[in-house]
């Protein structure tokens, strides 16, 4: 597949580049891409939820009622998960939510998101570029230039620059990241996918180095 490569004011230049098809072309694998957006929403779990057991909340031990007599149930313990402010049972506590995914399954799945991405025709490459000074208002013009408007774009560049990000950085749906950096929920969460020139051919020789050692098949 080749894509014409653009300048930041969005006028096509007299380049084209090809996209290596063994990274965008290839038959997408949903399930690598499942385990891999699988565990990185598990990796970003702070894991920090706590509650109080029967032995760890505060409040008196004396007996509240009489044991027979009332008509009602035997209560020893206003700590007993049946009162209001007791404690809770089988809740949660601290606890480490990541996994151990394979690299290959990684490198499978960033290849069917960037294949489901081509397919679309939401890949765009574009000339590196950069701003004196970081000014949103630059950045704005960036993709107001490719109808970009205020859906989610991601921007994979070679090297992040300060400026670029700073420029960018008060808009939300907007995404910085370097090609070295790039995953599959970034991928998949964004509607457009803007590879700087330098960006793209270092992602095809990251992914391609990988499926040499260890070639996958569906």
């Known amino acids: 597949m080749e894509l014409t490569v653009y300048q930041i004011s969005g006028k096509a ?3 084209k580049v090809t996209l290596d098809e063994a990274v965008f072309g290839i038959e997408p694998n949903d399930h690598a891409i499942y385990l891999d957006i ?5 990796n970003r779990r702070q894991g920090t939820h706590d509650t109080l057991e029967k032995s760890t909340v505060s409040g008196s031990t004396r007996k509240i009622k009489r044991q027979k007599g009332t008509g009602t149930a035997r209560s020893g313990s206003m ?3 049946l009162f209001r402010g007791g404690a809770r049972t ?14 290959k399954v990684k ?8 294949s489901y991405k081509a397919k679309d025709n939401e890949i765009v490459v574009i000339e590196e570029f950069s701003f004196e000074t970081p000014k949103t208002k630059n950045f704005l013009e960036i993709l107001a230039n490719f109808e970009a408007g205020q859906k989610k774009t991601l921007f994979v560049l070679p090297q992040v620059d300060r ?6 950085r008060n808009l939300p749906y907007v995404t910085i990241t370097r090609a070295t950096d790039l995953n599959t929920y970034d991928i998949l969460n964004h509607h457009k996918i803007f590879f700087a020139e330098g960006s793209l051919k ?3 020789t990251i992914l391609n180095a990988e499926a040499s050692k260890a070639p996958m098949t569906n």
């Open 79 to 81: 700590k007993s998960p």
């Open 163 to 168: 400026n670029i990000i700073l420029a960018s």
């Open 107 to 114: 490198h499978l799945a960033r290849m069917s998101a960037l």
């Open 90 to 103: 089988f809740g949660p506590h601290p606890r480490d939510y990541s996994f151990k995914l394979n690299k």
């Open 13 to 15: 230049t007299n380049r």
């Open 202 to 204: 270092e992602i095809e």
């Open 38 to 42: 699988r565990q990185h929403m598990a």
